[in-house]
T-cell receptor
Framework: KNQVEQSPQSLIILEGKNCTLQ??????????LRWYKQDTGRGPVSLTI?????NTKSNGRYTATLDADTKQSSLHITASQLSDSASYIC????????????FGRGTSLIVHP | DTAVSQTPKYLVTQMGNDKSIKCEQN?????MYWYKQDSKKFLKIMFS???????INETVPNRFSPKSPDKAHLNLHINSLELGDSAVYFC???????????FGDGTRLSIL
C-alpha cells in the first residue's frame, strides 16, 4: 500500500531560525514528489515538485531534497519568518496509467517572534 | 483574478439535505479534482476529471456525485448529507495529472 509519512507532526521555532521537515514514502513506481504549504483557512500552494532525477530544488528560502534510493525527502526552511507558520504537506505520485497522489498528514509549523 | 474559485465558502445545513458545491478554474487546465480534508487536516482525493471525463474515483459513497459540464467547471453534489460529511472540501486543477495542482480556498461544510 502506498504511504507517505511526515515528521515531525508539529514544530515550534523562533523567527530567524532554520528548520527541516521530513517525508518518507513507499510509493512505487515513483513519478514525482511535491511539497505544499497550507496556510490556515486557505488551500494548499505548491512549493516544489521533483522528479526521479532531481536531488534538490529551491524556491526562495525553501529547499527540498530528494533521495529516490532511500525514498526520503526533506524540506529545509532558512531564516524562518512569521509568515512561514503553516502546514507543510508532502505528496507523492506514482508512475503508470493510473495516477493517484498519496498525501502525507502534514507538519504543522509555528514560528514565534 | 482568482485561479480556482469555489462557492460557497461556508455551508451549514441539516442532516438529510442535498447540497451542491461549485468550482470553476480560469487557468485553462485540463484536469480538475475534489478533495476532502477532515478535522485532522488530512487531505484525501475523492474524484478527478480530465477533459470532462472521470479518471479517478476513490471509495466515495454514491451520495457524492461530481459533474463536469465543461473542463473549466467541476461541481460536487451531495445527497442525504450525514454528520460524517462535515469537513472542508477543496477543488483543485492542474494542466495534467503530473503537474502541480492549484487549489481553491475550500468550502467548509457543517452538518447539524
Amino acid at each position: 500500500k502506498n504511504q507517505v509519512e511526515q515528521s515531525p507532526q508539529s514544530l515550534i521555532i523562533l523567527e530567524g531560525k532554520n528548520c527541516t521537515l521530513q517525508c518518507n514514502y513507499t510509493v512505487s513506481p515513483f513519478s514525482n514528489l511535491r511539497w505544499y504549504k497550507q496556510d490556515t483557512g486557505r488551500g494548499p500552494v505548491s512549493l516544489t515538485i521533483m522528479t526521479f532525477s532531481e536531488n534538490t530544488k529551491s524556491n526562495g528560502r525553501y529547499t527540498a531534497t530528494l533521495d529516490a534510493d532511500t525514498k526520503q525527502s526533506s524540506l529545509h526552511i532558512t531564516a524562518s519568518q512569521l509568515s512561514d507558520s503553516a502546514s507543510y504537506i508532502c505528496v507523492v505520485s506514482g508512475a503508470g496509467g493510473s495516477y493517484i497522489p498519496t498525501f502525507g498528514r502534514g507538519t504543522s509549523l509555528i514560528v514565534h517572534p | 483574478d482568482t485561479a480556482v474559485s469555489q462557492t460557497p465558502k461556508y455551508l451549514v445545513t441539516q442532516m438529510g439535505n442535498d447540497k451542491s458545491i461549485k468550482c470553476e478554474q480560469n487557468l485553462g487546465h485540463d484536469t480538475m479534482y475534489w478533495y476532502k480534508q477532515d478535522s485532522k487536516k488530512f487531505l484525501k482525493i475523492m474524484f478527478s476529471y480530465n477533459n470532462k471525463e472521470l479518471i479517478i474515483n476513490e471509495t466515495v459513497p454514491n451520495r457524492f456525485s461530481p459533474k463536469s459540464p465543461d473542463k473549466a467547471h467541476l461541481n460536487l453534489h451531495i445527497n442525504s448529507l450525514e454528520l460524517g460529511d462535515s469537513a472542508v472540501y477543496f477543488c483543485a486543477s492542474s494542466q495534467s495529472v503530473r503537474q502541480p495542482q492549484h487549489f481553491g480556498d475550500g468550502t467548509r461544510l457543517s452538518i447539524l
